[in-house]
């Protein structure tokens, strides 16, 4: 199994990032995915939940209406979309299934 993500990077508060994360060597099409976020000096955090099928979605309060997470089961991708960034939304963003993470993106906002 393997995830790798991208689209990280630095961006001024207000601004958006897309993040990516491809997934190999599992079933893709049946797998819940999650991201998860972990900032400086902080415990990793759950951010977003997207069903197998993209019919559900359950995010953290905070990123609520700034956030959106989707898939393509066809090009086995995961997306995160997030706008309105606060410097805040600064940390390493990774993806996962079951027990497997990526190595994660670092996105940092600045003021």
């Known amino acids: 199994v393997q995830l790798v993500e991208s689209g990280g990077g630095l961006v001024q508060a207000g601004g958006s990032l897309r993040l990516s994360c491809t997934g190999s060597g599992f079933d893709f099409r049946s797998a819940g995915m999650r991201w998860y976020r972990q900032p400086p000096g902080q415990e990793r955090e759950w951010v977003a939940t997207?069903?197998?099928?993209?019919?559900?979605?359950t995010y953290k309060p905070s990123v609520l209406g700034r956030f959106r997470i989707s898939r393509d089961n066809v090009k086995r991708l995961l997306y995160l979309e997030m706008n309105n960034l606060k410097p805040e939304d600064t940390a390493v963003y990774s993806c996962?299934?079951?027990?497997?993470w990526g190595k994660g993106t670092l996105v940092t906002v600045s003021l």
């Open positions: 996962n299934t079951q027990t497997y």
């Open positions: 997207i069903t197998d099928d993209g019919e559900f979605t």
